[in-house]
């Protein structure tokens, strides 16, 4: 390798030696990247802290139950309220107060009820019937007692509410039940109502209230719906992800054995899908022509969370149409020019076949992989619930008139008996929301960071203990002279060993430099979001160019940790120079990472798109109830796209995890294919290790067979 290449080493690093010895992953190998890996154990142990921490403070009730303005939940067990799940508002026409907006509260007395009113009723004439009265009852303080006082003095007492009026429960809450006739907002039937103090209002006033109530709940209802369709679709999406499993396990088994047929069916299995969904979108198109409402505009319709709307508009068919039918013009071109490349892909991952064949219990570490990655998300999930409901309950004066005590804090024990009962006789001490001002509630959103932080790291240190695993055994298969004689037993378990015994701090190292990366753009998103409503151009100018080049360096940090991972798995060499060889390595292979590399990932993504899709078509025709066979078996859903896209989301995951083993496994032969070209020149004195099938392909039938091992699977 000397002569003219000489500069173009000098310039990318030292190319690899002869070395007889060379047999390998090295064992005799030390730690490396200590103080990371001590930094990752005392961040762990400060995790850990945190969480109990949050646990012991927070309280994830007040994000289940309703409260009432003394800050106690509805419908607990175990409390008064245990048998009063719906929260009652005195006076909902309140709500429409700016102030909800800004406390995110009405300013007026909430109780705890076992069900919501169903008749109109003033407490004036409630008093005129012991029966009405015992009914009215229902929605007083719970110390309301003395029915000898007068109802002006009781109203005033805000003991009782004025009126009550037909309500439904929406979201544990009651509001007013209105219905639209004939264009005409009704409750109850009833168009007006008297409000308990002589004068007769009309329903819309209680309809502007309902809505300014409703601005906090709008999010809470669409969870709960969200809720609903898994509690009945659960089971469904569960066995559309066992299919998506078999599909995937039922592909690798025959990309095993029929690595080059299997790779032509699945490209045009992927060309046939997106074929077809083209044509349904086609037939959707022309079937709503005509229709009234379908010519209306996305724009005009706006934002809806029943996505079932969009599907009657002829809009939405054509921009599928669009999108399915860019991606496969993209797909037949790329085909089209990569078809000589494709025959030496099939080549790599027909060698990758033989490994995987050999070490059959690499397609199983997925699942380790995802059981930690499950951990890692629910200990996040967990404590970010916990920390969001560690605060304390806050109490602030609310009043009708004008009071200087408005919006201060107060507390509801004394508040009878403070001054601003005397200065402001209708003023009331009502909970607010939840905060505090101790030191440990002062830095919630800091904690809050740091779960992030830390949930980033752990994903991605996870994430590396899988790729260096499995890199490490693939690289004691390449580097087997006779395979499969030369393997060493349970490869995997001990790249495994080694991985967590010398290298933890390469892993948290690369995984730290990966988080950082991802917790800026995650303050880059924030900040997009805060300057949305600003007219600030250059500031979103420069936004939208920072979030541009992080995402850049967090994909390039991402295919450099993966090969830096490669190197540590087979040299034992720290992070950093790990990461210096295999980049220099790959930049003396420049052509060949461009031409192999890549076309062999694009043709794994292939077989991902070809699981996800199929089974993302079966699962829209069944919730959808398309399928006439089991038409009365699928459930009935708010919105069906949420079973639907749980079993894509979740079939992307299933097949990447197989396919990532694949992925892994090319990326580390190819390495090892580099290293062997440099160690060796195929004489019988330095043979190259790689297959004769792969070296006459990818050496372009230079070498004769005699000259490489005579390593078949």
Known sequence: MGGPGDGYYGKHGTPQKYDPTFKGPIYDRGCTDIICCVLLVLAIAGYVVVGIVAW?????????????????????????????????????????????????????????????????????????????????????????????????????????????????????????????????????????????????????????????????????????????????????????????????????????????????????????????????????????????????????????????????????????????????????????????????????????????????????????????????IAYWASTAVFLSTSNEAVYKVFNESACPFTGQTCAPETFNASNVTKQCPDAQCLFAFYGGETSYHRYLIALQFFNLFMFFWLVNFVIALGQVTLAGAFASYYWAFKKPEDIPAFPLFSAFGRALRYHTGSLAFGSLILAIVQVIRVVLEYLDHRLKAAENKVAKFILGCLKCCFWCLEKFLKFLNRNAYIMVAIYGTNFCTSARNAFFLLMRNIIRVAVLDKVTDFLLFLGKLLVVGSVGILAFFFFTHRIKLVQDTAPSLNYYWVPILTVIVGSYLIAHGFFSVYGMCVDTLFLCFCEDLERNDGSPERPYLMSPELSGILLKGTLEPSQSTDSQG
């Open 56 to 376: 012991s403070y927070g309280d994830p009730r007040k994000v289940i139950y309703p409260t009432d303005s003394r800050g106690q939940f509805c419908g607990q067990q175990g409390t008064p309220n245990e048998g009063k799940p719906f929260l009652f508002y005195f006076d909902i026409v309140k709500c429409a107060s700016p102030l909800v907006l800004l406390e995110f509260q009405c300013p007026t007395t909430q109780i705890c009820v076992s069900q919501c009113p169903d008749r109109f009723q003033t407490l004036l004439n409630a008093y005129s019937s012991s029966k009405d009265l015992e009914y009215y009852r229902n929605f007083c303080v719970p110390e309301f007692t003395d029915v000898q006082k007068a109802p002006i003095q009781v109203v005033k007492d805000k003991e009782c509410p004025a009126m009550i009026f037909p309500s439904t429960p929406l979201a544990r809450r009651c509001f007013p039940a209105i219905q639209s006739k004939n264009g005409i907002i009704v409750v109850g039937n009833e168009t007006t109502y008297s409000d308990g103090q002589g004068q007769t209002r009309n329903v819309t006033d209680l309809l502007e209230g309902a809505k300014k109530a409703n601005v906090v709940l709008e999010a809470r209802q669409l969870a709960m719906k969200i809720f609903e369709d898994y509690t009945v679709s659960w089971y469904w999406i569960i066995i559309g992800l066992v299919i998506a499993m078999v599909a995937s396990l039922i592909f690798i088994v025959l990309l095993r054995f029929l690595a080059g047929i299997m790779v032509w069916v699945m490209i045009v299995m992927v060309i046939l899908v997106l074929g077809y969904g083209i044509f349904h979108c086609y037939l959707e198109y022309a079937k709503l022509k005509g229709e009234e409402g379908s010519d209306i505009s996305l724009a005009d319709l706006g934002f809806q969370t029943d996505l079932r709307v969009y599907l009657h508009l002829r809009q939405t068919w054509l921009a599928f149409m669009i999108i399915l039918s860019i991606l496969e013009v993209l797909i037949l071109l790329l085909l089209i020019f990569l078809r000589k490349r494709i025959l030496i892909a099939i080549a790599l991952i027909r060698e990758a076949s033989r490994a995987i064949g050999h070490i059959m219990t690499s397609l199983l570490f997925p699942l380790c992989t995802f059981f930690l990655l499950c951990l890692c």
